[in-house]
Nanobody, 115 residues
Framework: QVRLVESGGGLVQAGGSLRLSCTAS????????MGWYRRPPGKQRELVAT???????NYADSVKGRFTISRDNAKSTVYLQMNSLKTEDTAVYYC?????????WGQGTQVTVST
């Protein structure tokens, strides 16, 4: 099993920045892809960004140029640097890891962007 623990959420004004962290523990030797998803209020969960062990990244169009995903394999940690935050970025952000056909989720961290 893999346990994912997120941190770094909070309240920030529009235009500000936050950095989310997600650290994996447990049977993590085969984790391939780690990423961030979010669930805005009243909406379904959506992709934010993902990164593979090889360094490939993928971003939702809505965050391109503002968010950066990075990964420290030695620490089994993935980061999401969020700049130029908008009110529409308000959501619960979830860390996700895949290991073969298995998918693991963190508990989520709230990000609230105020005007």
């Amino acid at each position: 099993q893999v346990r994912l623990v997120e941190s770094g959420g909070g309240l920030v004004q529009a235009g500000g920045s936050l950095r989310l962290s997600c650290t994996a523990s447990g049977s993590i030797f085969s984790i391939v892809t780690m990423g961030w998803y979010r669930r805005p209020p009243g909406k379904q969960r959506e992709l934010v960004a993902t990164t593979t062990t090889g360094g490939s990244t993928n971003y939702a169009d809505s965050v391109k140029g503002r968010f950066t995903i990075s990964r420290d394999n030695a620490k089994s940690t993935v980061y999401l640097q969020m700049n130029s935050l908008k009110t529409e970025d308000t959501a619960v952000y979830y860390c996700r890891a895949t290991m073969g056909v298995l998918v693991f989720w963190g508990q989520g961290t709230q990000v609230t962007v105020s005007t």
